[in-house]
């Protein structure tokens, strides 16, 4: 029972910190990066040690299966946690008659602004939003009520 026990924690370390890495090797530096992945392989080579100890294959594979969920479950919920709201600029490409009604409604949700006149009947219209969730309400209000070529663009960390 240790023997399994020990195995369980030890695969729970280890898909963690893989997880971990693969998030973390594309926003840090050679250095931070490379401990991790030091330390996540000599996790990997102890892990490798217990996969043969004498346990049953069909537990092995059950157990690596439900620690595998459960790991990267728990490390997307920490990184969802960890993750900074953006700010958003939506480009669209609008009539210019539904320019002047969203200019009489006096629309205050985000804020925007007419960035061009294009030679035709339409405009170029920036929206700012500070987060997902309005960008999304912006979609909802003009962009897919009014079927308009749009492109929605992450920015920088707030």
């Known amino acids: 029972m ?17 997880t971990a ?6 926003r840090c530096g050679k250095w931070t990066s490379a401990i991790l992945s030091a330390i996540t392989y ?3 080579a102890i892990v490798l040690v217990y996969a043969v100890c004498p346990l049953p294959l069909w537990l092995k594979v059950i157990t690596i299966a439900c620690i595998n969920f459960v790991s990267v479950t728990i490390v997307k919920a920490i990184q969802e946690k960890l ?27 985000v804020k925007w602004l007419k960035t061009a006149d294009l030679k035709d009947e339409y405009a170029i ?6 987060t997902q969730t309005e960008t999304k309400a912006v979609s909802a209000d003009w962009v897919k009520k009014y079927d308009l070529k749009y492109c929605a663009i992450e920015g920088k960390e707030l």
């Open 42 to 44: 000599g996790v990997y």
């Open 125 to 130: 219209v920036t929206f700012y939003c500070y």
């Open 83 to 109: 993750k900074k709201d953006k700010l958003w600029r939506i480009d669209v490409r609008m009539p210019k008659c539904l320019l002047s009604k969203m200019e009489s409604i006096g629309y205050d949700k």
């Open 2 to 18: 240790k023997l399994f026990i020990l195995y369980i924690v030890l695969n729970l370390i280890y898909v963690c910190l893989t």
């Open 21 to 26: 890495y693969s998030l973390v090797i594309q």
